[in-house]
């Protein structure tokens, strides 16, 4: 299992800072973030952004009703991406992986579920403002996520996601928000390794 060690992770910190911020102290332009000394750069960022209003978009009548409902999808967007490196974090540190079976295995369980795939990825569209091209990155989550739980025991993510996010020393572009290290999210953004679902939560009959 691979430990970075006070050398490396100090290293890492040095790196991080002059590629968020300038010399006057405003954040380097590109940057939304910094996670493990590695940028996330806002082009990035706003494809994301732009994939989700595209099929926000495509939904006809409710496509109006998605966009309100998703007022922030920046910072949404960019806490999502976190939680998720976040989640890399824990699963390297405890010696896990999530192999293409297993997203493939975890899509089949969710399509079973919810009435089929394109029913799957409206719940998301719906429920998380993910648009399909962004679903493999949900399932490997989930996957990891029930690794880790299996490993650390039902409701204990909290202080491995902890020591994760201490080795990543994570920075943001202030345009996005605060990063809060005590809560481990963006602004107003979701945990979703301490509030977890195992399936998401079924649309109702007839919607």
């Given at each position: 299992m691979h430990r970075r060690t006070a050398l490396s992770v100090s290293a890492a910190l040095?790196?991080?800072?002059?590629?968020?911020?300038?010399?006057?102290?405003?954040?380097?332009?590109?940057?939304?973030?910094?996670?493990?000394?590695?940028?996330?750069t806002t082009s990035a960022l706003q494809a994301q952004v732009n994939d989700v209003r595209a099929a926000q978009n495509r939904s006809g009548q409710a496509a109006a009703e998605l966009i309100a409902s998703t007022p922030h999808l920046e910072r949404q967007k960019l806490d999502a991406l976190l939680?998720?490196?976040i989640?890399?974090?824990?699963?390297?540190?405890?010696?896990?992986?999530?192999?293409?079976?297993?997203?493939?295995?975890?899509?089949?369980?969710?399509?079973d579920e919810n009435g089929?795939?394109?029913?799957?990825?409206?719940?998301?569209?719906?429920?998380?403002?993910?648009?399909?091209?962004?679903v493999d990155r949900f399932l490997r989550d989930r996957v990891l996520l029930t690794a880790l739980t299996a490993k650390y025991g039902a409701g204990k993510l909290e202080e491995p996601a902890r020591a994760a996010v201490e080795a990543l020393h994570i920075e943001v572009n202030p345009r996005y928000g605060?990063?809060?290290?005590?809560?481990?999210?963006?602004?107003?953004?979701?945990?979703?390794?301490?509030?977890?679902?195992?399936?998401?939560?079924?649309?109702?009959?007839?919607a």
């Open positions: 040095l790196v991080a800072a002059p590629l968020l911020s300038a010399c006057s102290g405003e954040p380097r332009p590109g940057t939304a973030a910094v996670v493990g000394g590695e940028r996330i939680q998720s490196r989640i890399d974090k824990m699963a390297d540190t405890a010696g896990l992986t999530a192999t293409q079976k297993d997203i493939e295995d975890e899509r089949k369980a969710y399509v089929g795939n394109e029913q799957f990825e409206a719940l998301l569209l719906h429920k998380g403002a993910m648009a399909p091209g962004q605060a990063w809060d290290a005590k809560e481990i999210k963006l602004g107003t953004g979701q945990t979703p390794w301490i509030n977890q679902r195992t399936r998401p939560e079924a649309a109702p009959a007839g």
